[in-house]
């Protein structure tokens, strides 16, 4: 039990001289850094997006009526003419309100002939008589309805073209004005390119802004753009705002219908904010980062930003550098937020 008892003690003992020798020899140093003035301007903004090449003409085709698809006759990418039919409902549910409009309409007609000729005889009322005229005119308006709706229980060709985009198919149930089959004009001369944008994308980009489009078929042509209209509603398919981009003389770079496109549009509208080098930057992801900054060359802040562009010359920041004086642009790997600092260089 002695030994135990000595043991422990010189355990004790020289745990505490570990630990007061540690104490001593642990000297915290600062971290040498280079650092630059921070300092906010305008500069020209661009973006860049892709697309799909269409016409100016492009549709969504419906039908007027709902009811179960019975055909879709053609396939994406399929040349269309003029007239030529696309799909068709199954009419049995339609063709059968004809027929009871017809029916209803033959009994209206008779008996608007019964009352007219009791009405000569004295038998009957005038206001019978217009009742009865009445009923017939109602009937033979239903009629032409029902008629009508079984016109447009089919779609067909308004005008030659291509077919973009097939959305349904034979055997699903389809309500009215639903689209079906999205179409082009074969007019080449309205070539557009419709590309999607993100809601600060589309608040960013204004009507004339020039553009340059490249493709697959020519990649080291550039094709000059403008962009001619922005919709003021999101796309219920791809959930981005379309933007149609105009380029010039596109039949000349082989364009064609549904090829895909890349578009980097030149922004009239200056964007404000601070050009930063590409080292400054930390853990860069979907627009955001983190950079380091620090106002008395002394301590670091950690500074969450939001990142604009990235150009040959460095990184747009848009915002997060509003309130700051220098940054941090060489020894960051090291730092974390509040950690003292000697600046090796100031640029």
């Known amino acids: 039990m002695k030994n135990v008892f000595v043991l422990l003690s010189i355990m004790l003992i020289a745990g505490c001289g570990l630990k007061k020798g540690n104490s001593s020899t642990v000297k915290s140093e ?7 003035k921070v300092k906010d301007v305008d500069v020209p903004g661009s973006l860049h997006t892709a697309g799909y090449f269409t016409t100016d003409d492009e549709a969504l085709l419906s039908f007027k009526v709902g009811g179960v698809v019975k055909n ?17 409902l199954e009419k049995t549910e339609i063709e059968a309100q004809v027929t009871q409009a017809k029916t209803g309409y033959e009994k209206a007609k008779r008996d608007y002939e019964r009352a007219s000729a009791l009405y000569k005889d004295s038998v009957t009322t005038l206001s019978q008589m217009q009742d009865a005229k009445t009923g017939l005119e109602i009937a033979q308006q239903t009629l032409a309805i029902a008629r009508y709706n079984l016109s447009y229980a089919e779609i067909r060709s308004q005008k030659d073209g291509y077919i973009l985009r097939k959305i349904l198919n034979a055997g699903q149930i389809v309500g009215p004005g639903m689209p079906v089959l999205q179409v082009n004009g074969a007019n080449k001369g309205n070539w557009i390119l419709r590309a999607g944008v993100s809601d600060y994308e589309w608040g960013s980009i204004q009507l004339g802004d020039n ?9 080291d042509a550039a094709i000059h753009g403008v962009v001619i209209r922005k919709a003021e509603a999101v796309d219920p398919y791809s959930g981005t705002f379309i933007v149609d981009i105009k380029p010039k003389d596109a039949q000349l770079y082989g364009v064609a219908a549904g090829m895909f496109g890349k578009a980097t549009i030149m922004l009239s509208k200056k964007l404000h904010g601070w050009i930063i080098p590409f080292d400054a930057l930390m853990d860069g992801d979907k627009g955001n980062g983190y950079v380091f900054t620090t106002a008395d060359k002394k301590t670091v802040r950690k500074t969450s930003v939001r990142i604009g562009e990235i150009r040959r010359e460095g990184i747009i920041i848009e915002s997060g550098l509003e309130n700051s004086e220098y940054l941090i642009t060489a020894g960051n790997a090291y730092l974390q937020d509040g950690s003292a600092i000697t600046v090796r260089e100031e640029r």
Request: no cysteine.
């Open 211 to 219: 553009a340059q489009i490249h493709t697959d078929v020519k990649p």
């Open 30 to 36: 600062n971290t040498p850094v280079t650092i630059t």
């Open 72 to 88: 879709v006759f053609v396939s994406e990418g399929d040349k269309i003419v003029k007239g030529q039919l696309l799909a068709e």
